[in-house]
């Protein structure tokens, strides 16, 4: 008998903090690398793509391929880059730091909106709020 797995199960098999930490800040590294910036070039040299300009911080996020390369070429072993994934999943696992995320009107952490944050920002501008607001450590190259 062949198993099948449920809709259920794909959705909890999302990024989990401790588990995918390195993982999600991988991804949060090449999605801050963007064509024209010095965090772009950088990647470059690391064996990465530089992401088109224009990235926006939106509830659910999706990957191109040459994204999912990108993080592949930069972690460490082998790794499966989800395609897609919730924002604040991602913050979840990245800061792993015990408190929840998530997009309601504002970027929450646990139950306090951050300042500076709201849905459709600019990736690059959400995740300097997130680094000022002390949430995760700014990406290094």
Known sequence: MKHIKLFEQFINEG?????????????IKVLY?????????AIG???GRET??????DEQKYLSGFDKDSVKALASGKVRVPGKFMMGELITAAAD?????YFDG??????????????GMPFRD??????KH?????PKY
């Open 106 to 119: 504002g970027f929450v952490e646990g139950d306090v909106s951050i300042p500076g944050t709201k849905e």
């Open 97 to 101: 730091n015990g408190k929840s995320y």
């Open 45 to 47: 040299k690391l064996g």
């Open 134 to 138: 002390g949430a995760i450590e700014a």
């Open 15 to 27: 990024l989990k903090p401790g588990k995918d930490t390195d993982l999600a800040n991988t991804i």
């Open 52 to 57: 088109l300009p224009g990235g926006t911080a």
């Open 126 to 131: 959400f995740i300097d709020a997130l680094v």
């Open 33 to 41: 690398a963007e064509r024209g910036t010095a965090e772009g070039s």
